[in-house]
């Protein structure tokens, strides 16, 4: 779990572009592999911006599908009510190519749709009266210059091919965070309660079957998965559920309902995946709130439930900065239109880590 996958079983994962910095998480080793060439695609689970954040920070392409649009049957869940399975790949193409692979209705998973979409039909070179919406709100205090440059010289290409745009306000967005968390750790909390050593999964010896349980869940789970357990268990306990969890429940309809009246404006969100690139190993990992702060500009998506992707849109310093785009609920072609007419006319997508060119 987090923003960097340094809290790996088997230690950190390293960013292809520099071997010193993280690639982004939870599903950094996805982004990872593909970056390096060492796999054309791989799946990860975009929980709170799990899948886009490696994306941005790795250079590759990451999809956060509608929730629902892909089955979640085999999951381990952290927080089912948020995440969602997404593909990262190299390219727009393989993105819609895989969409169609894994994308429809699953009877072993009650979320699922039965949708007919055919997602590489989508796949057209041209924006020509497409509508795209600037939320100011994703361009806050904090961003770094070059990510804020690049992600506006994105837009201004995207209007050069005959699209538009104009600012869009979404006011609850700045309580996205602090909801997020709050619900995603809860569930976690839920979730993860089922591994105890009983029934499945590793065990840990003990005298009995108290000691058992305890022994497995403090070997088993990591220091970070451990304290959003603890931190989620708090927030459902009595006299704090209504002040928090179902506190944050309130706050995650008004994020639903602004995206609803943004997108009843236009026809895509642009903005930046990440507010900067991808920072160095050990560099945040001892201080949780300010790695937190990371999913700032993806969490929101989620708690809406609509569908997001992440394209490579420029450099910083040698590191890959990403751009999102969102959508209306299951209007997946529209955002891989937008995403793939952008590749198309810009060389990004084709940039390789040195090492492995």
């Not at 055919?118 to 709100?137: Q, T």
Request: with cysteine; proline share 6%.
């Amino acid at each position: 779990m987090g923003s960097s996958t340094e809290t790996s079983h088997f230690g950190p994962t390293a960013n292809p572009w520099d071997l010193e910095r993280v690639p982004g998480g939870s599903s950094g080793g996805s982004a990872a592999v593909v970056a390096a060439g060492e796999a054309p695609f791989a799946l990860g689970s975009d929980t709170g911006g799990s899948v886009r954040c490696p994306a941005a920070f790795c250079g590759v392409v990451g999809l956060k599908p509608t929730y629902g649009a892909v089955s979640r049957f085999g999951v381990v869940a952290y927080a089912n009510s948020l995440e969602q399975i997404g593909p990262l790949t190299n390219n727009v193409e393989d993105t819609a190519v895989l969409m169609d692979v894994i994308a429809g209705y699953d009877r072993r998973d009650s979320t699922s749709i039965d949708s007919k979409t055919e997602y590489r039909k989508a796949l057209v070179d041209d924006v020509k009266g497409l509508k795209i919406g600037v939320p100011k709100e994703f361009f806050g205090e904090g961003i770094h210059p070059d990510v804020e440059k690049a992600i506006w010289d994105a837009i201004h290409k995207c209007e050069s091919l005959g699209a538009t745009w104009e600012e869009v306000s979404m006011p609850n967005i700045k309580y996205a965070l602090a909801s997020y968390y709050i619900i995603a750790m809860s569930e976690a909390s839920s979730n993860l309660a089922r591994f105890d050593g009983t029934r499945y999964g590793f065990r840990a010896n003990g005298e009995n079957w108290h000691a058992m349980v305890s022994k497995t869940r403090a070997e088993g789970f990591g220091t970070e998965v451990k304290r959003r357990i603890l931190l989620g268990t708090y927030a459902l306990s009595a006299g704090y559920h209504d002040k928090y969890y179902l506190k944050a429940l309130k706050v995650r309809t008004l994020v639903k309902q602004d995206f609803d009246k943004a997108l009843s404006k236009v026809d895509t969100l642009m903005a930046p995946t990440m507010p900067n690139p991808a920072f160095r190993i050990g560099e945040k990992i001892e201080d949780p709130l300010t790695l937190y702060l990371s999913d700032v500009n993806t969490c929101p998506i989620n708690l809406a439930g609509v569908p997001s992707i992440s394209v490579p849109c420029g450099f910083t310093d040698g590191l890959p900065i990403g751009l999102q785009i969102m959508g209306k609920p299951f209007d997946e072609p529209t955002v891989l239109r937008a995403a793939y007419t952008f590749e198309q006319n810009t060389d990004y997508h084709t940039k390789r880590p040195p090492e492995v060119v």
